[in-house]
């Protein structure tokens, strides 16, 4: 075993938590994740800090609460001040490198006004190498299908779409469909990247270029992730009719009269941002078409998990797997129809608990923890794993000690999450909604028994989940749960105050024995 482990951190795009068969999933099926959660632990009840794209991975890799690192769009930067744990991982003599993308717009008071970094959100998290870039437009996928005679590289804007109409289609989709695309299983992006990086690893060895020393790999995978198309066999492995239909209110209308921003949503999210090119908004679909689209997805789920087999037999057989920390998370989830909606947005868990499984060198003790863990936990937990100290401003707590049976005396006893809806450009939110910019936001409290949800410029949420799992039934003007509202919202307001930045505040310059620093546990917050 080599002195200090390999790390391999994956990410499966919009991966909803409770899609593994290792969980009792009655149609997906993982059997590839499933056996490395047999080798390592599975975090049963793990959620993400924030959504969408961008907000997400920046908690992911800084550690931070979006209420710190204040990425809030897909397109806000990402201060530079804040480390990641690439910026971490290279004190320890680390080169963290990446394949896919991190969703991270640069700080433009680092970039020079005409940099082509300023016009995009698929830009670089601080201190990440970069192998294979693969953002959305998967361009280098596309070349590489190219040189098949599978998709023409001369097209752009809209007319990238092409490749995800069904094979031989000249229409664009009228609708939900479970036909594959000219692209087969071993063609998909995800195979593509799973292949560049079996390569470097490859390389590697060959050029001898590893010298002794560990590697960090960040594969960033972008499925599941919209679109919502997939290729043989897969696209028929589980049958719609086979499908559960979504949680939901009895009817659209009685869905919209939870809160105005449901309402808001609900009549803007449109089909084409889930099955491109195909018209109407979510709301609308029919059973059919929500089983339909549910049913591919998990065969999304299904080819993106024979990816991560493909890349653990290889690090088996070159002999890296038992040397390997493995981490493999999402950076939110999808909603997949629960309350008349998909994609990731507002309050619902469907949108925000997500996978982890982590895999060390050492054979764990617990194969499973059902403790509540956050998104910002896993760059603290690689930190400790690498022999690195986390820096005081990060929020999460490292999760290694529960591999090896040390559980704390004080964890947290509830997971936040935070979603903010404004639209910088458009100004939608703020009309529609009659909200100044800054109050487009809101923030989430849930534990075991409750949910509670701030809006800082509309009415509260308050759901019972010990009676209504499904959050369909907003108690937040019940009498007989005014107080727990208050309590709900004392405990909102203390755990803001305990996480806000803390990147000096550990610091005393006048103590009497000289210039201290501490760095207290968070304990339950």
């Known amino acids: 075993m080599t002195l200090r482990p390999n790390v391999l951190l994956i990410t499966l795009d919009q991966f909803r938590g409770d899609c593994l068969s290792a969980l009792g999933h009655p149609s997906v099926r993982t059997p590839h994740l499933d056996a490395l959660a047999g080798d390592g632990v599975l975090f049963s009840d793990h959620w993400a800090q924030c959504a969408p ?32 744990v690439a910026t971490e ?27 082509p970094r300023m016009r995009t959100y698929e830009g670089i998290a601080p201190d990440f190498a970069v192998h294979t870039r693969l953002g959305e437009d998967g ?13 023409p590289t001369t097209v752009s804007g809209d007319e990238r779409q092409r490749i995800w109409r069904p094979a031989g289609g000249d229409l664009p989709p009228t609708g939900p469909h479970a ?30 270029a590893a010298g002794g020393h560990p590697w960090f790999l960040h594969v960033s995978h972008l499925r599941p992730h919209p679109p919502f198309v997939v290729p043989a066999p897969y696209n028929t492995m589980i049958a719609p009719g086979d ?9 659209p209308q009685a869905q919209a009269e939870v809160h105005p921003f449901q309402r808001y949503a609900m ?60 981490v493999v998370t999402s950076d939110h989830g999808e909603l997949l129809g629960d309350h008349y909606l998909f994609g990731k947005l507002g309050w619902y868990d469907g949108a925000y608990r997500i996978p982890l499984i982590v895999k060390p060198p050492q054979p764990p003790v617990f194969g499973r923890i059902d403790v509540m863990t956050e998104a910002v936990d896993v760059a603290p937990t690689i930190l400790q794993a690498i022999g690195v100290a986390r820096p005081p401003a ?24 935070e979603f903010d809806f404004r639209e910088t450009d458009s100004g939608d939110a703020e009309r529609a909604l009659n909200l100044p910019l800054d109050a487009c936001q809101l923030t989430v409290l849930r534990d075991d028994r409750y949910k509670y949800v701030h809006f800082s410029g509309l009415p509260p949420l308050l759901f019972d989940l010990g009676r209504d799992p499904h959050e369909l039934d907003n108690r937040v003007d019940d009498e007989d749960y005014r107080d727990i509202r208050a309590v709900y919202a004392e405990r909102m307001l203390s755990w803001r105050a305990v996480h806000q930045d803390r990147t000096l505040t550990g610091w005393d310059l006048t103590a009497s024995g000289g210039p201290l620093h501490r760095s207290p546990d968070r304990g339950q917050w």
């Open 267 to 326: 009549g803007r999210v449109a089909l084409s941002n889930f099955v491109y090119e195909a018209p109407g908004l979510v709301a609308d679909l029919d059973d059919e078409a929500i089983r339909t689209i549910r049913a591919v997805y998990f065969g999304m789920i299904a080819e993106v998990d024979a990816q991560v087999g493909r890349l653990m037999a290889f690090l088996t057989e070159r002999g890296d797997y038992d040397d390997t920390l493995i």
């Open 89 to 115: 991982a290279r004190k320890a003599g680390y080169d963290p490198l990446l394949f896919g993308y991190t969703d991270q717009s640069a700080d433009p008071r680092k970039v020079a006004a005409g940099n």
């Open 53 to 84: 794209c961008s907000p997400g991975r920046a908690s992911l890799l800084t550690g931070l609460y979006q209420m710190n690192h204040r990425v809030l769009r897909n397109g806000t930067p990402l201060d530079r001040r804040h480390p990641t």
């Open 243 to 251: 499908v559960a239909l979504p949680v939901r209110a009895a009817s």
């Open 394 to 417: 990060m929020n999460g707590r490292s999760l290694l000690p529960f591999l090896y049976g040390e559980i704390p005396d004080i964890w947290r006893n509830a997971v936040h999450w």
């Open 179 to 208: 036909d594959p695309p000219a692209f087969g299983a071993e063609q998909t992006e995800t195979a593509f990247l799973t292949e560049r990086v079996i390569d470097y690893l490859r390389d590697r060895d060959s050029a001898n």
């Open 139 to 151: 361009a280098l996928w596309r070349r590489w299908l190219a040189g098949q005679g599978l998709d």
